[in-house]
């Protein structure tokens, strides 16, 4: 008989979202009449900018036409999207990224747990403590860790308490740590990052030859401008760090899926020989063995984000976001919660009323403001004790939500 990936079965019973959809559809189902407003999972839902739409619609034209038809591209991208985002994201903010140390993908949730096949199993790893659920769970499936406590979290793994007394950023840990992901502007609390304290994560890694997985997915929301936007504006980041990034948030390519992964040429990790390897070349050919790359057609959108049509229409999507972000933080302020986030991240993290639970809290909005969040605790441990709000939605919708919360507390 065949055998499963035993590792599976040490996942917790469900992954937050799914677990979030189950109980909104039996909610549902029971109160057919109710209009329920989704302020969880991170989804868009405003149109995509229009440049990048006229840019796809030409795409189609293109495939229509013998002269200008585009089979199988190349697995890390078309040269002239790569170079766009070497200039826009990187070289015009003083990183050195090339555009051949870009690679392009349909999603960094996916290359964040991809990126695991070019590594060992005896790395020590270390995730925040809430983080988003996708670091762990992929390293169960990959079996790099051992089973879940009763508090949900997994041996193996090196947990980073971030919390309100350390400003949800999370102390560098006294030991050697061979892999760490860091997330900022932070999912799910909505923290930000100095480049002191990204100096210190550099430093570290540099010092024990660890990697850094840095997600970079929100950082078009940041508005500070003393903020990095991303880490290889840290000097040193090139010899210890690989960077995720994506359009899903800032373009609203959630539906039509592109990202793209830095990894810098001259970052290595060891052999189980000691040998060093360079992991540009492991990566290229892990995405050249199993990703034939992401469509012509949304390729050709994704670039159209740089143009000066784009990059003002994006500019207005993310401002938009961001001003709903402002009114669920100044709603639930005046109520009385305890709001962090929501500045410089569309996400803003509440402290629920009463110390009551983070899923009685979900259960209680979803029934009495058929109002959905996402319960802290779903991220960690150390997530108890809070919720996420998301400013992905109308205006509309953000408005009549806040109200009915604030009528209901």
């Known amino acids: 008989m065949a055998t499963i990936?035993?590792?599976y079965l040490k996942l917790k019973a469900g992954y937050l979202f799914p677990e979030i959809a189950r109980r909104v559809n039996h909610f549902a189902t029971e109160h057919p009449t109710a209009n329920i407003i989704r302020l969880g999972i991170g989804d868009v839902t405003e149109p995509l900018p229009e440049a990048c739409r006229m840019a796809m619609v030409q795409a189609v034209h293109d495939m229509g036409d013998r002269a200008t038809f585009r089979g199988y591209g190349p697995e890390q991208g078309y040269s002239w999207l790569r170079e766009k985002i070497a200039h826009h994201d990187f070289q015009s903010r003083g990183c050195e990224i090339e555009p051949s140390e870009i690679f392009i993908s349909d999603g960094s949730k996916c290359d964040s747990g991809n990126i695991l096949d070019i590594f060992g199993k005896h790395n020590s790893i270390a995730v925040t403590d809430p983080v988003y659920p996708v670091y762990v769970d992929t390293n169960v499936m990959a079996g790099h860790t051992g089973e879940a406590n009763g508090h949900g979290t997994y041996a193996g793994l090196y947990y980073l308490p971030i919390t309100a007394e350390n400003n949800f950023t999370a102390a560098i840990p006294p030991q050697k740590i061979d892999l760490i992901y860091l997330c900022f502007p932070n999912n799910p609390t909505g923290a930000t990052a100095s480049k002191e304290y990204l100096q210190s994560w550099v430093d570290y890694a540099t010092a024990h030859k660890s990697i850094i997985f840095f997600d970079a997915a929100y950082e078009a929301f940041i508005t500070n401008p003393d903020l990095p936007h991303s880490i290889y504006e840290i000097p040193g980041a090139r010899d210890c760090a690989i960077e995720f990034r994506s359009f899903s948030k800032n373009a609203g390519f959630t539906g039509t899926r592109c990202a793209f992964t830095v990894v810098p040429k001259g970052l290595t990790?060891?052999?189980?020989?000691?040998?060093?390897?360079?992991?540009?070349?492991?990566?290229?050919?892990?995405?050249?063995?199993?990703?034939?790359?992401?469509?012509?057609?949304?390729?050709?959108?994704?670039?159209?984000?740089?143009?000066?049509?784009?990059?003002?229409?994006?500019?207005a999507l993310v401002d938009f976001y961001m001003e709903n972000a402002t009114i669920i933080r100044n709603q639930l302020t005046t109520a009385g919660l305890t709001v962090y986030g929501g500045v410089n991240a569309p996400y803003v993290w509440v402290k629920t009323p009463n110390e009551i639970s983070s899923w009685d809290f979900f259960d209680y909005l979803l029934h009495h403001t058929h109002v959905v969040g996402t319960p802290g605790s779903g991220f960690g441990s150390a997530g108890e004790g809070y919720f996420r709000i998301s400013a992905f939605n109308s205006r509309k919708n953000v408005e009549e939500a806040m109200e009915r919360v604030i009528t209901n507390l």
Not at 286 to 314: D, W
């Open 5 to 7: 990936n035993d590792h």
């Open 269 to 315: 990790a060891q052999a189980l020989d000691g040998t060093g390897i360079e992991l540009w070349g492991l990566w290229n050919r892990r995405q050249s063995t199993k990703f034939n790359g992401v469509s012509y057609i949304v390729q050709r959108g994704a670039e159209a984000v740089y143009s000066p049509n784009g990059q003002a229409q994006v500019r």
